[in-house]
C-alpha cells in the first residue's frame, strides 16, 4: 500500500520555469526521499531528507519538509526538457519498508 | 547507467506458471532490493537482502519469493502467476542494509501474464 499522495498528479511547464510537486504521508518517518522515472525505466535518487531537516538543496532541486503537516515539496528551478519524468516521493517509516506515492507526472515542453 | 543489471528485459507467459527474475547489484553492493511496479498499485516495495539474508519484508505475496546467493546475485521467483502479476519489476541494490541509503534501480523487468 501506499504511504505518500503526490501532487498534483500532472504537471505541464515550459522549460525555463519552475516545477513544485508536493507529497503527503500519513505517519511519522525517519526520512524521506524523492526519485525520478523516465518513462518504463528503473528510478533514480534525486535527495534525501532526514525527519529532523527542513530544507535540502542539490543543484536546481530543492526539497523542504514539513514533519508538522507531514509534508514536502520538490522544487525543480529552471526547468529542461530533461527534466520530463515522474517524480516520487517515498518514505521510510523505520520499520524495514518504504513506502512510495503514486508520483506526478511533469512535462516540460521546450 | 546504474551498474545494476536485470535479466530478462521482457518475459510473457501464462497464467498458473512460475518465472524467475534475475539481478545482479553493483559491484560492491551488499543489499538488494526488489520492487514492484504496476498501474493500479503503483510502485511497492516487495523484500530485501543483505549479503544473502532477508532483511526486510514488504507487500511480497506468498507465491512469490527471493533469495540472494553467495556473489550477492538476487532472483525473485513468481509462481501460479496470475493476470494481475502483470508488472514492471525492479531490483535495486544499495551498499548496506539501511533504507536511507541511495538505491540504484536497475532497467527493469516487464512481466506480462496472459
Known amino acids: 500500500s501506499q504511504q505518500g499522495e503526490e501532487d498534483p498528479q500532472a504537471l505541464s511547464i515550459q522549460e525555463g520555469e519552475n516545477a513544485t510537486m508536493n507529497c503527503s504521508y500519513k505517519?511519522?518517518?525517519?526520512?524521506l526521499q524523492w526519485y525520478r522515472q523516465n518513462s518504463g525505466r528503473g528510478l533514480v535518487h534525486l535527495i534525501l531528507?532526514?525527519?529532523?531537516?527542513r530544507e535540502k538543496h542539490s543543484g536546481r532541486l530543492r526539497v523542504t519538509l514539513d514533519t508538522s503537516k507531514k509534508s514536502s515539496s520538490l522544487l525543480i528551478t529552471a526547468s529542461r526538457a530533461a527534466d520530463t519524468a515522474s517524480y516520487f516521493c517515498?518514505?521510510?517509516?523505520?520499520?524495514?519498508?518504504?513506502?512510495f506515492g503514486a508520483g506526478t507526472r511533469l512535462t516540460v515542453k521546450p | 547507467d546504474s551498474g545494476v543489471t536485470q535479466t530478462p528485459k521482457h518475459l510473457i507467459t501464462a497464467t498458473g506458471q512460475r518465472v524467475t527474475l534475475r539481478c545482479s547489484p553493483r559491484?560492491?553492493?551488499?543489499?538488494v532490493y526488489w520492487y514492484q511496479q504496476s498501474l493500479d498499485q503503483g510502485l511497492q516495495f516487495l523484500i530485501q537482502y543483505y549479503n544473502g539474508e532477508e532483511r526486510a519484508k514488504g507487500n511480497i505475496l506468498e507465491r512469490f519469493s527471493a533469495q540472494q546467493f553467495p556473489d550477492l546475485h538476487s532472483e525473485l521467483n513468481l509462481s501460479s502467476l496470475e493476470l494481475g502479476d502483470s508488472a514492471l519489476y525492479f531490483c535495486?541494490?544499495?551498499?548496506?542494509?539501511?533504507?536511507?541509503?541511495?538505491?540504484?534501480f536497475g532497467p527493469g523487468t516487464r512481466l506480462t501474464v496472459l
Open positions: 505517519t511519522s518517518i525517519n526520512n
Open positions: 535495486a541494490s544499495s551498499v548496506d542494509a539501511a533504507f536511507y541509503n541511495e538505491q540504484f
Open positions: 517515498a518514505t521510510d517509516e523505520g520499520n524495514n519498508d518504504m513506502r
Open positions: 531528507i532526514r525527519s529532523n531537516e
Open positions: 559491484s560492491g553492493d551488499l543489499s
